[in-house]
Structure formats: structure tokens, C-alpha cells
């Protein structure tokens, strides 16, 4: 069925708003202007004829498409994507481009002209002859990390409340706020959402299904050295954001560093630092495919530290671990037929699914462990939480378009 997609006009709008969320806020969300795009979502929504379209007051936005089956044993399906970008680099006032009938020219963002997309930089470039490119101008970010999964929700709504010869079961739409600082599913009411299995719509280039991501936790050193007046500190003074220099210096140059890392490897990634003479703190990420390893990363951090110390004897350290996510992978693979079925709906869309382990993590991954087992599935989003983000317009149609084969696999095999 060829479909009047409805998913690049939706994004160009989307990606205007403004819904930055921020890591050192200590409210829910981050950022109360994620809740301009969640208003915005729920009242398209109820225009489509979505009645039970609600922001809740969190800032999640809940809704429901009934089911239009006979069959009354398909499982109750969930779409996932979160409204929120990246602190990384600025949401504010995005003016997306789009560069029609793309055919391999660099791209020069006119903002700000040193900004240059090229094929050689984006290989991906090349596949995207004759498409819609869609970027920002050059001096933030577009947003399409998960604007683009959110475009690709709504219409794919859109096309099964438009189309009811398209059978389906009772499906649940869930976009939430702050999975960028690592928040998004704090406060999902799964109970109400209701659902047997979900796909979060948070991936890369076509085809891309996630069923891996890292495990995660974060780990802080707190560092207490010994405060002296700087003209009599001779003997005395023990500065504690030295110690935490030190500590950076000896960290792993060829190992457990993102600069480093292959595809499968995790890592050991500094953060941020703080302090002053008397105490500091060391803000680390610690990532592995492997939970297990999380404890032996954390273990060496450890043995530097005190390895650093041997030299102040009156300094100490304090160290706190937090689990951030987990591998989903680890719920997943008791799910097969989840993935098994996106990638169904991906070759009957024309493409060739292929897995892709995830260096970070998703929605999906906390959704997988509080119940939900809940894979990632392609979004069409390049170059992420940059000024060189882009996206295909036609990347994002197929992921509409796989959505609702989705819902149609599940109906027909119910």
C-alpha cells in the first residue's frame, strides 16, 4: 500500500522545539520545555481521533489505538521514542534545511560554512542519492535523536487510524522525556501502558535492528586531601585536585578508553571533575557488553586511586558506583520471536535487516528489564548530538512503513 506520509512535515515542526534536557537538573523532567513538544504530540494525536491522548504529569504522553481485529489473543504492542535532545551540543532555535533530490554534492550548512558534510566523512551519504536530506543550519543540532522516532510514530498512527483495512491489535504509543540524561523510563507506568512487547524507534541507518546495548554504571571518586596556606604548605599540603590528576594520567592509554575502543569493547570515560584544594570528585561512565565487567572496571579504577594515594599519606578516597541500565540482550534472548518479527517486517518493507550492537544505551533497555521486552529498531538517524546530524526523508517513510508491518505480522499470526 503506498502511503501520503505525513512523517517529514512532522519533523521539520518537531525539531523547531525546543526540548533540551538538562543532567545537572534535579526535577522531572530535566527541562519543563520537553512539555511544549509532549502538548504539541497529544493534540495531533486526538485530531487523528486518538481520544485517550494525554500528557501525564511527568511529561510522559500516553495513547492508544484500538484494536480493529476479531482475533482477541494479539499481543497489545508499544512504540517508544523520547522527545528530548542532547545537552551535547544546542537544541535551541533549530532551523532544519531540507536538501532536495540529494545527488552526492558536499552539503555546506549556511550558519556557520565550516560546518561541511561530505560523503567521504558520512559514507552513508552515497546510498542517498535522490533523497530528501534533512539537516540543521549549522549552528545546533537537528534533533533527529529521537525527533526522527517520533515523526515515524505519529504518522505510522496516522496510517493505521486512516486505513482500518490495515488489521491490528490494540497498540500503545509512549513518548517520554529525559532518556538522554539517562532518565526517560523513571517514572513510565507500565501498568497503565498495558503492553506485552514494545520497539522503541531510536536507531541508525535503515535496516538496523538492536537487541545489544551496554550495561552501565556510573562511578564517582571523592577525593579528601589536606588543606594548607600556600606559603607554609611545605610538608603539609596534600592537594586533592592534583590527586585526581593524577589519577587521570593513569588510566589506561590503549585499553578501556572510548578513543580506543572497537565495536565490542567497553570502556572507562572521565566525565567531570570538581573540587578545589581539600576535596574533589571524579565523575566517571563505566561501559561493557559484559555486566560483569562492569565490577572489574570499577576495580582497577580503584586500584589506581589507591596506587595515587601511596604517595599522600594523609588523603583519602571515597568511591560510589550507580547502576545506570543493562543490557537488554540479557531479557531479549528469551524473546526471539520480538526482533525475529522486526526483521520480518523490515525485508517485507524491501530491506535487509541486519543486528547492531548499541555502544550507549535506549528507553528500551530499562523498558526490557522493569518487563517490557523492548528492542530498538531504525530510526535513520546520522551523525547524532552534532551540528552535522541529518537524516533521509525517505529513511524515515520506511521506518513508518515498518511499523505497521509490524502490527500486521502480529495480527496475522495471532
Known sequence: MAFTHTVLDRFLRYVQIDTESDPESTTFPSSEKQKDLAKILVEELQAMGIEDAHMDQYGYVYATIEANTDKDNVPVLCFCSHMDTAPDCSGKDVKPIVHRNYQGESITLPDDTTQILTAEKYPALKEKIGHDI??????????????????????????????????????????????????????????????????????????????????????????????????YAKGKMEHACKIAGEILANLPKDRLAPEVADIHDGFVHPTKIEGGLETAKVHFIIRDFNTENLAKHENELKIITEKVLENYPNSSAEFESTEQYRNMKDVL???????????????????????KSIRGGTDGARLSFDGLPCPNIFAGEQAIHSKHEWVSAQDMEKAVETIVQICQIYEERA
Open 333 to 355: 534472548k528469551d524473546y526471539p520471536h520480538v526482533y525475529e518479527i522486526a526483521e520480518e517486517a523490515t525485508r517485507r518493507v524491501g530491506l535487509t535487516p541486519y543486528q
Open 134 to 231: 534533512v539537516t540543521a543550519s549549522g549552528l545546533t543540532l537537528l534533533g533527529s535523536d529521537d525527533k526522527s522516532g517520533v515523526a515515524e510514530i505519529m504518522d505510522a498512527a496516522y496510517q493505521l487510524v486512516k486505513h482500518p483495512e490495515l488489521k491490528h491489535g490494540k497498540i500503545r504509543l509512549l513518548f517520554t522525556p529525559d532518556e538522554e540524561v539517562g532518565r526517560g523510563t523513571d517514572f513510565v507506568d507500565l501498568e497503565k501502558l498495558g503492553a506485552d512487547f514494545g520497539y522503541t524507534l531510536d536507531g541508525g541507518p535503515l535496516g538496523e535492528v538492536n537487541i545489544e546495548n551496554f550495561s552501565a554504571n556510573g562511578f564517582v571518586i571523592q577525593i579528601k586531601g589536606v588543606s594548607a596556606h600556600p606559603g
